[in-house]
Structures are given as structure tokens and as C-alpha cells.
């Protein structure tokens, strides 16, 4: 299994150790990815998306231990939530840190997913750091399912495409999205 995208992901790790921008695939669709610590590339990434800071960007994770470093206090609920999930699952929380203060809401929330598909969970691993996961499209067109339908304004504007599942047609969904709050209450932002 890894011999296949080993290189890919050596190359990726530095170009993003670099600073650099990818285009890989995760859990869900095609993301364009960065060091969710590197303020430079984080902002990089909203102009390649054409979109405004102030939006938040989600980041991947390749273990539930990781999502300890990048948040404050991590609700009781959430470790249940990752446990019994069977299919992507995005989790907003709040007090974020140790992250590029840019890819946060502007309430200081971030939403982290830990990947359990093949090649990002090992990116996210061999990286040692979040990895910012936001669709590769511009920001108003629609999200590529594969990456055939990746732009190619999209493709030229990123440091470095993984080749691994590049041949792949499906159209895997895009995450479930759940918002924990103070005190625990959860709200389902997208099913």
C-alpha cells in the first residue's frame, strides 16, 4: 500500500515544509492543502480561492490525539463523536491554537477532521502538522468530485499535484459538519 505514494507524499511534505501549496486528495474530495501553522501560506490559499479571510478554512488530522494540541479544551463528546463516526466527520470547535491565526473564524473556532483514507491520513502523519483541507475550486463554482473536474486555473496555481488517485471518478460526499459549543451543546451544521 505505501509503496505506491511514498514519493508523492515525501514531495508534498516538503513542499509544504517550504511553504508551498498542494492539490491532494482526502477523505472526501480533492482539497487544496498548506502547513495549517504558516500564516504566508494559509494566505496564499484564500487568494488562490478568490476568497475573503474572514471566511474559516478546515484542517486535517491523521489521529484524535492531535486534535488535543490544536484546541484548547477539547469537549467530553467530541472523543464519542470521532469514536463512533463511520464516515467523514468535520468538528468546529472553539479555542483554536497553534494554528496560523488567518484560518481561523472570527470567533477563534476551527474545524478539524482526523482523516482515516490512506493517503492523507499518512500525509497528515509523515508532516507531523495539521494540514488546511479546502476544496479545490475557486471560491462560487462548484467543488470538483474527482479530479478531472479540478480547474485548471486551479492546477497552475499550486506548488504541487499528487498524482496518487488522480485516475479515480467517484464522487465521495463532502464531510458531516458539526458545531460544539460551550457547555457542550452540539449542532449539526451539515448532515
Known amino acids: 500500500m505505501m509503496g505506491d505514494f511514498r514519493e508523492d507524499i515525501k514531495r508534498a511534505c516538503e513542499v509544504m515544509q517550504k511553504g508551498g501549496i498542494i492539490l491532494y486528495p482526502t477523505d472526501t474530495i480533492w482539497g487544496i492543502g498548506c502547513d495549517a501553522t504558516n500564516e504566508e501560506a494559509v494566505k496564499r490559499v484564500y487568494e488562490i480561492k478568490k476568497r475573503a479571510d474572514s471566511k474559516a478554512m478546515l ?26 463516526t463511520t464516515k467523514p466527520l468535520t468538528i468546529i470547535y472553539d479555542g483554536a491554537r497553534n494554528l496560523a491565526p488567518n484560518l481561523l473564524a472570527e470567533d477563534g473556532s476551527v474545524g478539524i477532521r ?12 509523515r508532516f507531523r502538522k495539521a494540514i488546511v483541507s479546502t476544496s479545490a475550486n475557486v471560491s462560487g463554482q462548484p467543488s470538483p468530485g474527482c479530479f478531472a473536474e479540478v480547474s485548471d486555473e486551479i492546477k497552475q496555481a ?15 460526499k463532502p464531510s458531516s459538519i458539526i458545531k460544539l459549543g460551550k457547555g457542550g451543546e452540539v449542532k449539526i451544521i451539515r448532515e
Do not use: G, H, M
Open 59 to 84: 484542517v486535517l488530522v491523521d489521529s484524535p490525539v492531535k486534535v488535543d494540541f490544536y484546541v484548547k479544551d477539547v469537549p467530553a463528546v467530541a472523543w464519542d463523536l470521532i469514536d463512533f
Open 114 to 125: 482526523v482523516t482515516a483514507e490512506e493517503f492523507s491520513k499518512q500525509l497528515c502523519f
Open 158 to 172: 499550486v506548488d504541487y499535484i499528487v498524482e496518487y488517485r488522480q485516475e479515480e471518478t467517484a464522487r465521495p
